[in-house]
């Protein structure tokens, strides 16, 4: 069973561009987390999509912005990037069901935002 | 307020040795889980090992066990006989509820080095 994919893994953009991060969840699961790790702030929930609808969502600005597909494949976006941006992104996929005892994770995008 | 603490930044284990990586957590719910995961270099986080609040046994996988002590409102990882591929960060986590539904809420996280 393949394990859960990010692309691109690397990234760089440069202030005030906008960004679009991907993520495919291991097959059969429905749910996908986003999280932001950075040195200072450490690991931090972005959001949530179950089923194509935002399930929970973490204290970041509007400008970080998800969405789910129907094949659960999710996307998360980020527009006029900031110097503080620059972070480990990484995805998370779990089955569902609000049971979190096999939340499977990605390499991550790493962003570097110039 | 510091929801889950890890007060070992960082950590130097000669290799066979067992290791324990503490973590202290913060809640007042009845019902919740604890994690603990590895991010080697490379960047991917790894699942080790889950305690739910209510399993009497500590948790064990392999190497790894968790040392749960819920008066304390502690969970320590432990490693026994550690290899130079156990290097890495090591987080601990809390399942908590929000409003309907869960977050994980992370701790900061302890960098483990094992020499040869």
């Known amino acids: 069973k393949a394990g859960v994919t990010q692309t691109p893994r690397y990234l760089i953009k440069t202030r005030g561009q906008q960004v679009t991060l991907s993520c495919s969840p291991i097959?059969?699961?429905?749910?996908v987390s986003w999280y932001q790790q950075t040195p200072g702030q450490g690991l931090q929930f972005l959001f949530e999509?179950?089923?194509?609808?935002?399930?929970n969502k973490g204290n970041f600005p509007g400008r970080f912005s998800g969405r789910q597909f129907s094949n659960s494949r999710s996307e998360m976006n980020v527009s006029t990037l900031e110097l503080g941006d620059s972070a480990l992104y990484l995805c998370?996929?779990?089955?569902?069901?609000?049971?979190?005892?096999?939340?499977?994770f990605g390499p991550g995008t790493r962003l570097t935002v110039l | 307020a510091q929801k889950i603490t890890q007060t070992q930044p960082g950590m130097f284990v000669q290799e066979k040795e067992a290791v324990t990586l503490d973590c202290t957590y913060d809640?007042?719910?009845?019902?919740?889980?604890l994690f603990w995961y590895k991010q080697p270099s490379s960047g991917e986080m790894i699942f080790l090992i889950y305690?739910?609040?209510?399993d009497e046994q500590n948790a064990t996988e392999g190497r790894y066990s968790l040392n749960f002590q819920k008066a304390r409102k502690s969970a320590n990882l432990v490693i026994s006989a550690s290899q130079l591929g156990d290097s890495a960060m090591y987080f601990c986590?809390?399942?908590?509820?929000?409003?309907?539904?869960?977050?994980?809420?992370w701790g900061a996280g302890t960098k483990l080095i094992i020499k040869p």
């Open positions: 305690q739910g609040s209510y």
């Open positions: 999509y179950f089923s194509e609808t935002q399930r």
């Open positions: 998370a996929s779990l089955a569902g069901g609000g049971s979190y005892n096999e939340q499977f």
């Open positions: 986590a809390m399942r908590e509820r929000r409003d309907s539904n869960y977050q994980l809420i």
């Open positions: 809640t007042s719910d009845q019902s919740y889980g």
């Open positions: 097959s059969g699961h429905r749910s």
